[in-house]
């Protein structure tokens, strides 16, 4: 089976370059929770050396609290901060001479639109405005009104634990984390062969993030998976 590891980085984070060595794709933060315009187009310049495929990963404007607070914004406030967002990773992208291959919206933004509509559409509008698939969880709003729009991306999360309705359990709870790489590799078995995701995240802003994701791809090279990009099996 082939498997797509994600991860989201230009966060200011300083696991990035060896974590950009394990993965297949990467969400580059658009300055609205973090980084900035010099460690995205640095993010962008190390994903082309690598051949790692980057998307965009915008967010509400909320650096403050990372992006992960739930914010009141009207459809048209959210049309035009993932916009912006999208429209200046691309322009940085073009420089790094490495395409955009998807958008996957970030922390709270990304929990709203795939259970809210008001959340979702103006979201579905920026990917079909700039021809982009878009990552979200399997059975969710975002999925459903993507139909006949833009590509949609099942992604599944092999650090995070999921609710019975199979949406992710809050970080403030005390078991929303998944720690141990041999309980992330049994959920993405789960994940990929019964929730039918096509990418799998794995976070980037931890101090054990890169023995995770070095244990967790071994794992799954191990069990005879191939670690590919996701883009490749999308159809535009």
């Known amino acids: ?33 973090a980084g900035d315009p010099a460690t995205a187009h640095a993010a962008l310049e190390s994903a082309a050396r690598h051949g790692v495929k980057p998307g965009a990963h915008p967010s509400f404007p909320d ?45 709270a933004l990304y929990n709203l639109a795939c259970r809210d509509d008001a959340y979702a559409r103006p979201i579905i509008e920026v990917a079909e405005l700039f021809q982009l698939p878009l990552l979200g969880l399997p059975g969710s709003r975002l999925q459903a009104l993507c139909a006949g729009r833009c590509p949609f991306v099942a992604e599944g999360f092999a650090d995070r634990r999921y609710r019975a309705d199979g949406s992710l359990v809050p970080r403030s709870q005390p078991d929303a984390f998944i720690e141990d790489a041999d309980e992330a ?20 802003d931890n101090p054990q993030a890169v023995a995770f994701v070095r244990r967790l791809r071994e794992a799954l090279e191990r069990q005879g998976n191939t670690i590919r990009a996701f883009h490749d099996r999308v159809a535009s």
Not at 15 to 31: F, H, P, Q, R, V
Not at 88 to 104: D, Q
Not at 185 to 204: A, S, Y
């Open 1 to 33: 089976m082939e498997v797509d590891l994600n991860c989201d980085l230009g966060e200011g984070c300083p696991y990035d370059a060896e974590l950009m060595g394990l993965i297949t794709s990467a969400n580059i933060a658009c300055g609205f929770h």
């Open 185 to 204: 590799v049994r959920q993405v078995e789960w994940l990929l062969g019964t929730r039918g995701v096509q990418t799998i995240c794995v976070h980037g």
């Open 63 to 107: 650096a403050e609290n990372f992006g992960r607070r739930e914010l009141a914004r009207t459809a048209r406030q959210v049309l035009d901060d993932c916009l912006y967002q999208v429209g200046a990773l691309a322009g940085l992208a073009r420089a790094a001479g490495v395409p955009l291959g998807h958008i996957k919206p970030h922390g």
